[in-house]
């Protein structure tokens, strides 16, 4: 049938990851994950990138349905598409009309004719509010847009540039009048061009506010944690210290870099150095380590 076969070419291409395949063969005509047809490549070029950082270079592609009772898709048909290294997916819905695939939605609730494996994840493919179809931009809404990522470049950039305390302060004082003009970030709205910004400045206003009132305490719990040498005095150490470390601010993926003497963080590519920040990721850096180690909630 003339719709199957389009719909295997446009699968093919996914499996392949292969963006220039699909822009050729993709319509102009139609909105997919309810925004244009390029806005849509660019965000799916993106989960392609994360796929291949997993060495992925295929996606196998398993039927199954959407569970979800009280989507308008349940029951309707799509695909897993798992990274032939990685085993990490991505779950689609081809809507078909006649000859053509009319939209594509991604479906959180899919249930595969495979199972999932364990340790894998789904890989997002997720359009910004202001990308969809419907949503209006004004003149106040791309001047946000260009003060906020103006803001996020002016610190976030390759290679990751080093940053003290001194810094983060500075930037948040430069920057205080766009974030009120966006507004304080709420997990709840909507995921906006402005967003990174708006995580990013809440990220590091806490870290610095952190640091500022707790140095001290900070000091001294890195100078006992150095002084412990038995099991029984790092749990108590670990005991005393745990409401403190769950007020902590936790960024994740935190490296230390022993030659440079800075920690690294991944997900927003910076580099910390200075007393004071050191102090401060070792203290996180060594709970966590310790926590992990003697398997203490």
């Known amino acids: 049938m003339k719709d199957e076969i389009y719909l295997n070419s446009l699968l093919e291409s996914f499996a392949a990851m292969d963006i220039n395949g699909l822009r050729s063969k993709l319509k102009n005509e139609y909105s997919y994950l309810e925004t244009t047809k390029e ?33 308008e898709n349940f029951k309707k048909c799509g695909f897993r598409f798992t990274g032939n290294h990685s085993k990490n997916y991505l779950h689609l819905l081809f809507k078909k009309e006649e000859n053509d695939v009319v939209d594509i939605h991604r479906c959180s609730n899919f249930m595969s004719e495979i199972e999932t494996d364990e340790n894998t994840y789904e890989i997002g493919l ?12 004004t003149a106040p809404y791309y001047k946000k847009v260009e003060l906020a990522l103006a803001a996020f470049n002016e610190i976030i950039c390759t ?51 952190f640091i500022n009132n707790f140095n001290a305490e900070i000091i001294i719990a890195n100078e006992q944690f150095f002084k412990i040498s038995t099991e029984i005095e790092f749990k108590s150490w670990l005991k005393k210290y745990r409401k403190f470390y769950n007020k902590a601010p936790f960024y994740g993926n935190i490296s230390y870099n022993a030659e440079g003497n800075y920690f690294e963080i991944s997900q927003y590519r910076l580099k910390f150095y200075g007393h004071n920040l050191l102090e401060f990721f070792s203290l996180t850096s060594n709970y966590k380590q310790k926590q992990e180690e003697l398997r203490v909630i």
């Open 159 to 209: 290679p990751p540039q080093l940053v003290c305390l001194k810094d983060i302060d500075n930037w948040l004082e430069k920057h205080n009048e766009t974030n009120k003009l966006i507004g304080d970030y709420n997990v709840f709205e909507y995921v906006m061009k402005w967003t990174k910004f708006s995580i990013l400045y809440a990220n590091l206003k806490e870290l610095s506010e």
């Open 39 to 71: 806005i849509f490549l660019g965000h799916l070029e993106n989960t392609f990138a994360e796929f291949r950082k997993s060495n992925d270079n295929e996606l196998i592609i398993s039927k199954g349905i959407c569970a979800n009772e009280e989507c």
């Open 126 to 137: 997720y359009i910004d509010y202001d990308d969809l179809i419907y949503f209006e931009k």
